[in-house]
T-cell receptor, first 111, second 114 residues
Framework: SQQGEEDPQALSIQEGENATMNCSYKTSINNLQWYRQNSGRGLVHLILIRSNEREKHSGRLRVTLDTSKKSSSLLITASRAADTASYFCATDAGGNNRLAFGKGNQVVVIP | DAGITQSPRYKITETGRQVTLMCHQTWSHSYMFWYRQDLGHGLRLIYYSAAADITDKGEVPDGYVVSRSKTENFPLTLESATRSQTSVYFC?????????????FGPGTRLTVL
């Protein structure tokens, strides 16, 4: 069953602004991952944060994980038009190497 | 070229016909997955495979059949296509080496069932 649930579902921002997306989940996890999907393409892995980590950075991306609240956030700083995409969180509860994906969060960056 | 490929990229078929979607990966990843993506539902897992000759059902397996005779290939067959199977289908493989622990997705197959 779907675990990740992103909030908000759609976000429209100006280029240069920061974009923040949240994801909540229901069960214990080994790790949580964020993926990006450009229109008409497959998903591309962005960043993974393990259950014993609280924050992780990769370039302009910052991910936080709060296991007590079963939630994660993805921050994209200084957004660019090329960041326009759908962003999915996915949880790995372990055991069978399956990921449970959320429904996605559409981000539009206006030049 | 290394990576994961899907064919065909686009397919139009009629209700009741059998359709096979192909997936090929060059990394020798053990795990492979089939998802369908529909508006409002996100990605839903259809079937997955832990290795050659080992497959298991996901969330929405009804109406689909998979096989995995070779590590690199994981075809998905719709035995008798229905309109509700109109969707975008993604194949993925997973690096379980422990270093990246991520899934790699193919470009997708857009299937329309008339």
């Amino acid at each position: 069953s779907q675990q990740g649930e992103e909030d908000p579902q759609a976000l429209s921002i100006q280029e240069g602004e920061n974009a923040t997306m949240n994801c909540s989940y229901k069960t214990s996890i080994n790790n949580l991952q964020w993926y990006r999907q450009n229109s008409g393409r497959g998903l591309v892995h962005l960043i993974l944060i393990r259950s014993n980590e609280r924050e992780k950075h990769s370039g302009r991306l910052r991910v936080t994980l709060d296991t007590s609240k079963k939630s994660s956030s993805l921050l994209i700083t200084a957004s660019r038009a090329a960041d326009t995409a759908s962003y999915f969180c996915a949880t790995d509860a372990g055991g069978n190497n399956r990921l449970a994906f959320g429904k996605g969060n559409q981000v539009v960056v206006i030049p | 070229d290394a990576g994961i490929t899907q064919s065909p990229r686009y397919k139009i078929t009629e209700t009741g016909r059998q359709v096979t979607l192909m997936c090929h990966q060059t990394w020798s990843h053990s795990y492979m997955f089939w998802y369908r993506q529909d508006l409002g539902h996100g990605l839903r897992l259809i079937y997955y495979s832990a290795a050659a000759d080992i497959t298991d059902k996901g969330e929405v397996p009804d109406g689909y059949v998979v096989s995995r005779s070779k590590t690199e290939n994981f075809p998905l067959t719709l035995e008798s296509a229905t309109r509700s199977q109109t969707s975008v289908y993604f194949c993925a493989s997973r690096d379980t080496s422990g270093f990246t622990d991520t899934q790699y997705f193919g470009p997708g197959t857009r299937l329309t069932v008339l």
